[in-house]
């Protein structure tokens, strides 16, 4: 500490703001890499620190749900759980089918086919989240004498939206369909959801 | 209050002067540890702990409020969320690593910071306040460490918790029930896990409210020095931004790098294998221990075998604590007026050759099992632990002869103080 003022070679009198020849003195590059390297190093342990928050490896490992619906006769709907979130599986009876296809999809909020929601094949096994779209609520109709809303499908209690028979909003405050996960039949009555 | 000659705090812009009008935070800040503080410009490195230390109290409540979001105080699953944390978690294995060590750590450079001030006698007047203050802290710390200590819910946890609020019991009348108060019931279960952590949640912040006053009262007097030659001229002082930060700065790149050497390649060294079975209130391990910093306190406690006039156990508890409760009283029991230990010859030798090799062997013994030649060892060396303290410091400190001392900081760095010498220079300081 004894000459806290004495430095690089360069430059006669380093004196509180006094600046080299060259404008940069050697003080001012140690001073920039320690402080950027200090700067790297607090931002790199912002990852863990955040990271941390994230879903840990026992919650995704939660992550497929095996699904037999052997026992889900024509018009029927199964309730199961998929990521701790409720799942709807129906098998739509033909005039419910009927009345998905008769819909114009250009007039839907969220235009889809029945077919594009279904599996090829299986096209009567309409799979989709419990959750609606709006908020987050569980909407009604999966079991049986429960309100199924005006179009026969679903209907949220929380604020009133309904979903038709291939669980498409039709009408309230939900901006979208009713999600269809990733799933795929691995027999006729097996399914592997996520 | 600082010295006549700290740099005022001078708002750059508009919004810093808003600021300044209605909330003079960043003038705080600037005065606190900024280029507002004038500091003796001789410190030394074992200036640099206190700051360290309220580095890993920061980590240790940044760590802790990470692991409280995955741990559960349930004695049926804590065991396995400690586990869940390690190796679910996303980054848990280091979260929880960077905390385990991290309490290590701080008490490392606790210690050092603690025997810093006894060497230099940093207690003396006029800063008798920042010390008893840091015996404060330093009594949260073991407590928290301790609590904290019992969260795993393994075999050490359990037996810890069982064996600390044993130490209640040895209170005359009250003890056995408060015992039982503190646990929620007649061992260490589902209550005593709960409120310890709450309570472990709760003291950090109650050790930062601490480390407040400790710097607050720090900065009135201004930090004392390897000299213990008070601060007279402007020349003696450097401002604490951009030398201490820098200092202190490198200094904590330094102890990072160790740190993190323990965090990611002996992460278990400093903690006991047995924490790795889960509690079984059935079954003591053999040998139990706390954690190696309490260690010579445990020695103290153990040392007291036999009973004269009140029971050994209460021996045990009260040389425990008294061990430490002996620190307050250092400010009134060094009656020396000279405070550094280089100029101390005889005040030097007892600490050197004396309470260092004590502790040393306290620790040593606190982590011995409780058998001869160990037992008599702890014994010789908490008798002579206290003898320093209420016996040998009092009295050399009231003989010695110390060295001449340097006429000011200046002179003892430059070898020569002519303007303050002269009367040349700025205002003196009154003090």
């Known amino acids: 500490m004894a000459s806290t003022t004495g430095i690089a070679d360069t430059t006669p009198d380093v004196t509180e703001g006094v600046e080299g020849e060259d404008g940069v003195r050697r003080r001012d590059f140690i001073n920039i890499a320690a402080v950027s390297a200090a700067g790297v190093g607090g931002l790199a342990v912002l990852l863990p620190l955040v990271s941390q928050m994230a879903p840990s490896k026992d919650v995704l490992a939660e992550s497929t749900t095996e699904l037999d619906i052997s026992s889900l006769d024509v018009g029927q709907s199964i309730k199961a759980v998929f990521r701790k979130q409720p799942i709807f599986v129906r098998r739509l009876t033909p005039a419910e089918i009927e009345a998905a296809n008769a819909v114009n999809t250009s007039s839907l909020r969220d235009p889809q086919t029945l077919e594009e929601r279904t599996k090829p094949g299986h096209e009567s096994v309409l799979v989709v989240m419990g959750v609606c779209t709006h908020l987050g609520c569980v909407p009604l109709g999966a079991q049986e004498g429960e309100n199924k809303g005006e179009f026969g499908g679903y209907f949220c209690p929380c604020h009133g939206s309904h979903y038709d028979t291939a669980a498409r909003i039709r009408k309230g405050p939900a901006p979208s369909n009713l999600v269809v996960p990733d799933y795929e039949f691995t027999s006729d009555t097996t399914l592997v959801i996520g | ?431």
């Open chain 2, 1 to 431: 209050m600082s010295f006549p000659w700290a740099k005022e705090y001078t708002p750059q812009n508009g919004v810093m002067k808003f600021f300044d009008e209605k909330l003079p935070l960043p003038r705080f800040i600037y005065n606190a540890v900024g280029a507002g503080y004038p500091v003796p410009r001789n410190l030394s490195y074992f200036w640099n702990f206190g700051v360290l230390a309220g580095f890993f109290l920061v980590l240790q409540i940044v760590t802790g409020v990470v692991l409280a979001m995955h741990y559960a105080a349930n004695t049926q699953v804590a065991f396995a969320t400690v586990e869940h944390i390690a190796r679910d978690v996303n980054w848990g294995w280091l979260m929880r690593y960077t905390h385990a060590n991290g309490a290590s750590f701080f008490f490392v450079v606790i210690y050092i910071h603690i025997f810093r001030g006894l060497f230099y006698a940093s207690y003396k007047p006029p800063r008798e306040m920042i010390w008893l203050i840091g015996v404060v802290i330093f009594l949260l710390m073991m407590a928290t460490a301790f609590m904290g200590y019992v969260l795993p819910w393994g075999q050490m946890s359990f037996w810890g918790a069982q064996v600390i609020t044993g130490l209640f019991e040895a209170i005359p009348l009250v003890g056995p029930p408060l015992k039982t108060w503190l646990l929620g019931g007649f061992a260490p279960d589902n209550a005593a896990l709960n409120r310890f952590f709450s309570l472990h949640f709760l003291l950090p912040f109650v050790i930062a409210g601490a480390v407040i006053l400790h710097i607050w009262a720090l900065h009135i007097p201004g930090s004392s020095n390897p000299t213990g030659v008070e601060v007279k001229t402007e020349s003696d002082t450097v401002p604490f931004h951009p030398y201490y930060t820098a200092k202190d700065g490198f200094g904590l790149g330094v102890a990072l790098i160790v740190f993190m050497t323990f965090v990611f390649f002996l992460p278990n060294t400093l903690g006991h294998p047995d924490n790795y079975i889960e509690a079984n209130p059935l079954s003591t391990p053999a040998h139990i221990v706390p954690e190696w910093y309490f260690y010579p306190f445990y020695a103290i406690l153990r040392a007291f075998t036999f009973d004269f006039i009140l029971p050994a156990k209460l021996w045990g508890v009260l040389a425990m604590f008294s061990a430490i409760l002996v620190w307050f009283f250092l400010p009134w029991l060094d009656k020396g007026p000279v405070r550094s230990g280089h100029y101390r010859p005889l005040f030097r030798k007892f600490f050197w050759f004396g309470l260092i090799p004590v502790m040393a062997v306290l620790f040593y013994c606190g982590g011995a099992p409780a058998e001869e030649p160990y037992v008599m060892i702890s014994q010789i060396a908490t008798a002579y632990y206290f003898l320093h303290f209420l016996v040998i410091l009092p009295i050399i400190s009231s003989i010695e002869r110390p060295d001449p001392l340097p006429f000011s900081i200046t002179e003892a760095v430059l070898g020569s103080d002519k303007k303050a010498v002269l009367g040349e220079n700025a205002e003196p300081v009154a003090t």
